[in-house]
T-cell receptor, first 112, second 115 residues
Framework: DAGVIQSPRHEVTEMGQEVTLRCKPI?????LFWYRQTMMRGLELLIY????????DSGMPEDRFSAKMPNASFSTLKIQPSEPRDSAVYFC??????????FGAGTRLSVL | EDKVVQSPLSLVVHEGDTVTLNCSYE??????LLWYKQEKKAPTFLFML????IEKKSGRLSSILDKKELFSILNITATQTGDSAVYLC???????????????FGQGTILTVHP
């Protein structure tokens, strides 16, 4: 299995631009998680889906952030408009029910 | 608010040393505690602990959970330079056989092993 696939690996954008991060979970995993990692705050859960349905989005920082999972093999995390404080590494993870989470390689986002 | 606290925040040792990393937690509905290793990329899974007092081992790494005192330790014996990484502790919430899916992570321990 290819594991959790995230794209792009690196994204550099200017403040105010829209950013879309993409994730393909491991086939057969029905839970998908979006995390953000910064030096100051560590690894934080933003939102997670079970069977394509958002279950808990309490970690989404504000309305500029949105996430979708249109089908079992694809999810997006969108930031519009982006701000410099959004600079971080964004991880996607997936899991089977009641199983460990497997992480993708992450997207390093820099907002100038 | 759920909380996971790791100590020390950073540790520098020489090859061959033994290290102990600590993780304490306060969560409402504890289901399991997990350890991950992160080497400049994605966190990779090391251990999942659900029962107190049962040590899990994998080579030079071992871990144990104390659900009464709400902490876990991760031991690494005969450290090697390849053990240099950030070690993350996370707590999973749930009830009975059901997971709520959420992981709450500690801030991590940065381990540096010098030759």
């Amino acid at each position: 299995d290819a594991g959790v696939i995230q794209s792009p690996r690196h994204e550099v954008t200017e403040m105010g631009q829209e950013v879309t991060l993409r994730c393909k979970p491991i086939s057969g995993h029905n839970s998908l998680f979006w995390y953000r990692q910064t030096m100051m705050r560590g690894l934080e859960l933003l939102i997670y889906f079970n069977n394509n349905v958002p279950i808990d989005d309490s970690g989404m920082p504000e309305d500029r952030f949105s996430a979708k999972m249109p089908n079992a093999s694809f999810s997006t995390l969108k930031i519009q408009p982006s701000e410099p404080r959004d600079s971080a590494v964004y991880f996607c993870a997936s899991s089977r029910p009641v199983d460990i989470q497997y992480f993708g390689a992450g997207t390093r986002l820099s907002v100038l | 608010e759920d909380k996971v606290v790791q100590s020390p925040l950073s540790l520098v040792v020489h090859e061959g040393d033994t290290v102990t990393l600590n993780c304490s937690y306060e969560v409402t509905n504890f289901r399991s505690l997990l350890w991950y290793k992160q080497e400049k990329k994605a966190p990779t899974f090391l251990f999942m602990l659900t029962s107190s007092g049962i040590e899990k081992k994998s080579g030079r790494l071992s871990s144990i959970l104390d659900k009464k005192e709400l902490f876990s330790i991760l031991n690494i014996t005969a450290t090697q330079t390849g053990d240099s990484a950030v070690y993350l502790c996370a707590v999973e919430e749930g009830a009975g056989g059901t997971s709520y899916g959420k992981l709450t992570f500690g801030q991590g321990t940065i381990l540096t092993v010098h030759p």
